[in-house]
T-cell receptor, first 114, second 111 residues
Framework: EPEVTQTPSHQVTQMGQEVILRCVPI?????FYWYRQILGQKVEFLVS????????KSEIFDDQFSVERPDGSNFTLKIRSTKLEDSAMYFC????????????FGPGTRLTVT | SQQGEEDPQALSIQEGENATMNCSYK?????LQWYRQNSGRGLVHLIL?????REKHSGRLRVTLDTSKKSSSLLITASRAADTASYFC???????????FGGGTRLMVKP
């Protein structure tokens, strides 16, 4: 069964450093998303991406964040200058193969900012 | 309460019993989706119910949606120890481009 994959599974970085989280969505999906979950808290929407542009973004998704689909398979989230409060599990999701709109999530990348 | 709030926050039952979790939301929605999350792991999609649907079944899962009350319920019948996890409802906005998650219900099924 097709699935969303994410790399790395765990990333440790120092405050102020740039990180890029990578995702490979399900191949025939058209919509891509990033969410995050701070330990013990709700899953929070960050951004959605469709047709090579941002479709919606939350207040969390400020100028420090950016997304890109550099080729036909990868979808990346970049955090330019990480803060301690960016420590969280980051989930990529994809949806929309034309017949159903369930969002399928990847296993997540645990980002630890020290 | 906030969009997509579940209750109870925690539920402990014996194997074989049914588990019911409720979700309430505030704004109009396109659909409502239920997810399961095992501790520290990813989100597994369980079931989607559209705003014009009232009930949906999938295996041992039964989901209802009452748009007049802005609420949904997830029923797991004949629970198993492997059902132990956190369960989240998530509402999709009318634009269909974001999900808003609730705080989840932590379900423990004792063997």
């Amino acid at each position: 069964e097709p699935e969303v994959t994410q790399t790395p599974s765990h990333q440790v970085t120092q405050m102020g450093q740039e990180v890029i989280l990578r995702c490979v969505p399900i191949s025939n999906h058209l919509y891509f998303y990033w969410y995050r979950q701070i330990l013990g808290q709700k899953v929070e929407f960050l951004v959605s991406f469709y047709n090579n542009e941002i479709s919606e973004k939350s207040e969390i998704f400020d100028d420090q964040f950016s997304v890109e689909r550099p080729d036909g398979s990868n979808f990346t989230l970049k955090i330019r200058s990480t803060k301690l409060e960016d420590s969280a599990m980051y989930f990529c999701a994809s949806s929309g193969d034309g017949s159903s709109y369930e969002q399928y999530f990847g296993p997540g990348t645990r980002l630890t900012v020290t | 309460s906030q969009q997509g709030e579940e209750d109870p926050q925690a539920l402990s039952i014996q194997e074989g019993e049914n588990a019911t979790m409720n979700c309430s939301y505030k704004t109009s929605i396109n659909n409502l989706q239920w997810y399961r999350q095992n501790s520290g792991r990813g989100l597994v999609h369980l079931i989607l119910i559209r705003s014009n649907e009232r009930e949906k079944h999938s295996g041992r899962l039964r989901v209802t949606l009452d748009t007049s009350k802005k609420s949904s319920s997830l029923l797991i019948t004949a629970s198993r120890a492997a059902d132990t996890a956190s369960y989240f409802c998530a509402t999709e906005n009318n634009a269909g481009n974001m999900l808003t998650f609730g705080g989840g219900t932590r379900l423990m099924v004792k063997p």
